[in-house]
Nanobody, 117 residues
């Protein structure tokens, strides 16, 4: 199983980025998918998730209204559209595949997002 994340970069506050994570080696539609992030000196935290059907989307409060998670089952890919980025969004972002709620079975390698003020 491989999760290949991409789309990170260095941007200014207020800018946008779209992260992508392409999954291979499993039946994509059997898994919820999501994003975590880890800032320097902090623990990894959940950011957003989307369930297998795509109907359920979940966000932490700091990103609600700014981030949007989506999935394209034809491409085995999950996206995280991040708008109005803030310096506190700076972190390595990891995608994950989840066979059931709260179980994160597979992880991508991480993509770095740096937001400067």
């Amino acid at each position: 199983v491989q999760l290949q994340a991409s789309g990170g970069g260095s941007v200014q506050a207020g800018d946008s980025l779209r992260l992508s994570c392409t999954v291979s080696g499993l039946t994509f539609t059997d898994y919820g998918v999501g994003w975590f992030r880890q800032a320097p000196g902090n623990e990894r935290e959940f950011v957003a998730g989307i369930n297998r059907s795509g109907a359920g989307k979940y966000y932490i409060d700091p990103v609600k209204g700014r981030f949007t998670i989506s999935r394209d089952d034809a491409k085995n890919t999950v996206y995280l559209q991040m708008n109005n980025l803030k310096p506190e969004d700076t972190a390595v972002y990891y995608c994950t595949a989840s066979p059931s709620a709260g179980v994160y079975e597979y992880w991508g390698q991480g993509t770095l997002v740096t937001v400067s003020s």
